[in-house]
């Protein structure tokens, strides 16, 4: 696929100039014109003459997804086509890779895909719950309202992303402070008191020659610890998306106390918000765990649904391999062998869904109440150390005068 650079007039006589990527140039060309330009020129663009631009636009959150489904569904509603709902909401969206992917499903559509088809090209901005969702409103008539629900859906995801983020905004932010004191007292306050104790040749107890040690060591070789500390944070993330480090990742926030109630209540609201979301649009089980199982963000329930997919197949009902992987508390699996006798599995989820968001809530504040007090003592030990040095060779000093 070429790039194509163009300048061009819009509707309201205001000239535009931009790069199209194409596969030749009467697709450009149609494309523009669909767009209500008046194209001027038109030329394909090599290595050097390709515009250079910077996309600090990130992954579309849930947040940018909800609106957009949420606006496709009222706008399509209202009978306009699909076509044009989707160059309306190219033209609104302030998300740069939502935009272009906008822009190229609406192209793809233009050419005879179906929408799901042309979302499931743009996998890095489209979730496939998303374009599953899109698929099964098609085939129902109905994309409206699976659209509607995917609106919903999102928004729940982004209340539930923002809880969290809301929990650990708090202790990063004081790690941050508390390493830039740390890094100051060594650098700039402990070597002056250590030239005043060096002078009246006091004798620095063990407290203290081990913080100036520490001083020395980051004034002569800082060159080497700060690239050392970002060689060794890139190791760890790399490192950390790896299959083992997944696990072990994974492994980790399931074994902390504080931690693990979060995980767990989150993964079983999710669980069951995306799985009624799948099987109220008519998708069926065993494709709706599938893809439940790839929402999930730690790997130990990703593989725990997936296996649950090779045991529904088989005619397992879901509630059983829940039960048995030993992940979701009781109250998921007792609550969906309900459901699974009562013909009512949508309905169950819905409520495990909306009272598992609640205990989310609920969990993101008490982790907060927890690690504040925490906080503050990591603080105080750190900061007593340094005090500590700074004092030991004081107190020395005047139990020396006192004994003369």
């Known amino acids: 696929m070429a790039t194509w650079g163009y300048v061009a007039i819009d509707k309201s006589g205001k000239e535009l100039k931009g790069s199209r990527d194409g596969d030749n ?4 060309t149609r494309e523009l014109k669909n767009q209500g330009l008046i194209i001027l020129e038109l ?6 003459t390709k515009d250079i631009s910077f996309d600090f636009g990130g992954k579309p959150t849930p947040r940018d997804l909800a609106v957009f489904c949420r606006q496709f569904a009222s706008i399509t509603r209202a009978g306009v086509t699909i076509i044009q709902t989707l160059n309306m909401l190219a033209e609104q969206t302030e998300n740069v890779k939502l935009q272009k992917a906008l822009y ?5 559509v233009e050419k005879g895909e179906s929408f799901a088809d042309s979302l499931a090209q743009h996998e890095k901005v489209f979730p496939e719950l998303l374009v599953q969702m899109a698929r099964a409103g098609e085939a129902s008539g109905n994309l409206e309202t699976a659209m509607e629900r995917m609106a919903d859906q999102f928004e729940k995801s982004a209340k539930t992303q923002a809880l969290i983020k809301k929990a650990m905004i708090y202790p990063i932010l004081v790690a941050f402070v508390a390493v830039a004191v ?4 060594l650098v700039f306050v402990i070597p002056r008191y250590m030239d ?3 002078e009246l040749g006091t004798e620095l107890p063990g407290i203290t020659k081990m913080v100036v040690a520490m001083s020395n060591f980051i ?3 800082w060159y080497i610890l700060a690239p050392a500390i970002i060689v060794l944070v890139f190791v ?3 490192w950390a ?11 980790l926030t399931l074994k902390i106390p504080a931690i693990k109630n979060l995980v767990v209540k989150s993964a079983s609201a999710l669980m069951a918000r995306t799985l009624s979301t799948l099987l109220t649009s008519g998708v069926p089980l065993v494709e709706a765990v599938d893809i439940v199982s790839d929402t999930m963000s730690n790997i130990w329930f990703k593989e725990a649904l997936k296996a649950a997919t090779e045991q529904i197949m088989i005619g397992v009902p879901l509630s059983q391999p829940l039960q048995e992987c030993g992940l979701f508390p009781p109250m998921v699996y007792h609550m969906m062998r309900i459901g699974e006798e009562a013909g009512s599995t949508e309905e169950m989820l819905n409520k495990l869904a909306d009272y598992y968001e609640e205990e989310v809530e609920m969990a993101v504040q008490s982790l907060m109440a927890a690690m504040e007090p925490m906080i503050i003592i990591v603080l105080a030990c750190i900061v007593g150390v340094l005090i500590g040095a700074v004092m030991a060779p004081m107190v020395s000093m005047y139990a020396a005068l006192d004994n003369l």
């Open 25 to 28: 140039i009467e697709q450009v």
């Open 43 to 48: 030329n394909e663009q090599s290595m050097l």
């Open 104 to 108: 190229a499903v609406r192209a793809d």
């Open 182 to 185: 740390v890094i100051v007292m």
């Open 196 to 198: 005043m104790f060096e």
């Open 219 to 221: 004034q002569n070789y």
């Open 236 to 238: 760890i993330k790399t």
């Open 241 to 251: 998306k790896t299959n083992s480090g997944k696990h072990v990742v994974g492994k």
